[in-house]
């Protein structure tokens, strides 16, 4: 198993430019998260979603938006990237919600700069 | 509203001393709590979790932290630091009324020095 795959690893966008990341899991895992990471500021959750099809906001989501169309996949997008968005992206996956909670799986993480 | 405080923004210890990490969190029910490794330009590593029971627990790589419900605290501890320990450190909390979410502390960066 790959485990939890983040694409791409690295990325340079101009202001106002767009992109998307995906991030990919490999073992049936029906939560999955976004994060950034700052200096200082830990992770914060950007968006989540708990089943294919579902998303819902975490702590920061303005200037992002997320889709799950596949279970084994979830797409980060910046419309009009902001150089306040330069940061270290990390996907994160559990199982599912029976058995208590669980550890997060977390993927590499992409290094995005915004000029 | 849930929050997670790790009151050490950076630490540096000798190699072979003793490594202790502060964790506190504000939180009306009874916490998850985690602990997560992050060596540099990687991802996040499960060091160990409490959930409930023994309010000691052990973890991978020799680490092991104790929840004190009365100091609101998961503090992490290694008794003997290795050069290899050199990493930023995250507590983290798990949300149980608005499930999925989990509120990580703003880290503590581990320096190990000779």
């Known amino acids: 198993n790959a485990g939890v795959t983040q694409t791409p690893k690295f990325r340079v966008l101009k202001t106002g430019q767009s992109m998307t990341l995906l991030c990919a899991q490999d073992?049936?895992?029906?939560?999955m998260y976004w994060y950034r990471q700052d200096p200082g500021m830990g992770l914060r959750l950007i968006h989540y979603?708990?089943?294919?099809?579902?998303?819902a906001k975490g702590e920061v989501p303005d200037g992002y938006n997320v889709s799950r169309l596949k279970k084994q996949n979830f797409l980060l997008g910046l419309e009009s990237a902001a150089p306040s968005q330069t940061s270290v992206y990390f996907c994160?996956?559990?199982?599912?919600?029976?058995?208590?909670?669980?550890?997060?799986?977390f993927g590499p993480g992409t290094r995005l700069t915004v000029l | 509203a849930q929050s997670v405080t790790q009151p050490d923004i950076h630490i540096t210890v000798s190699e072979g001393a003793s490594l202790e990490l502060r964790c506190n969190y504000s939180?009306?029910?009874?916490?998850?709590l985690f602990w997560y490794v992050q060596s540099p330009g990687q991802g996040l590593q499960l060091l160990l979790k409490y959930f409930s029971g023994d309010t000691l627990v052990q973890g991978i790589k020799g680490f092991e932290a104790e929840f004190k419900r009365s100091q609101s605290s998961f503090n992490l501890r290694k008794p003997s630091v290795h050069w290899s320990d050199a990493a930023e450190y995250f507590c983290a909390v798990a949300i149980t009324d608005s499930w999925g979410k989990f509120q990580f502390g703003a880290g503590t960066q581990v320096v190990v020095t000779p």
């Open positions: 073992m049936n895992h029906e939560y």
């Open positions: 994160a996956s559990i199982p599912n919600r029976s058995g208590g909670l669980n550890e997060q799986f």
């Open positions: 979603s708990v089943g294919e099809g579902t998303t």
């Open positions: 939180y009306g029910a009874t916490p998850y």
